[in-house]
């Protein structure tokens, strides 16, 4: 079946440690995404990938890094610059120009 | 800008009763619109979507939404609640003609609790 993979489900780190969150995606999608959801405050883009070797930032991408080497992978790592990283990242790709967002099935990551 | 604000971050309604969750967003050209389900720890699911076309929109486990752009309303509604339709509901608005970036903008979300 199509989908898209993030893994891992559950991450801890400690404070001042790079992690890295895969996002895997089987649908041919072109564009990727990656959110930030926050109790109470809805999803928030953190970086967009729209064709391969090509991303942009988007609201909230200060302390995050992404790269888009090849189709199916949008990796995300979040630094040690990133302030605030315990939150619950959501991976997301699009078909089309109107099409719906597919989402995975995300990773929750907790600052100890 | 696009923006999204849904009404209420928390309902509660009873089981077998109407189910109304708002939405209304900012647009200076016409919209595309969704609706999302979330289930604790779990991605979102697409409820249902308008682009073009028909306003009233029927979508998956018996919820529809209705555009009224002299409202700049997509409301998400389902006639009779079920204990498995308690959840989190997002509204998403993406502009129909956005050469840019292609995202969707979130509101906040609104948790559905349905009392027995």
Known sequence: DGGITQSPKYLFRKEGQN?????EQNLNHDAMYWYRQDPGQGLRLIYYSQIVNDFQKGDIAEGYSV???KKESFPLTVTSAQKNPTAFYLCASRVGFAGELFFGEGSRLTVL | AQSVTQLGSHVSVSEGALVLLRCNYSSSVPPYLFWYVQYPNQGLQLLLKYTT???LVKGINGFEAEFKKSETSFHLTKPSAHMSDAAEYFCAVSLSMDTGRRALTFGSGTRLQVQP
Do not use: F, N, Q, W
């Open chain 2, 53 to 55: 076309g028909a306003t």
């Open chain 1, 19 to 23: 992690v890295t969150l895969s996002c």
């Open chain 1, 67 to 69: 790269s888009r080497e």
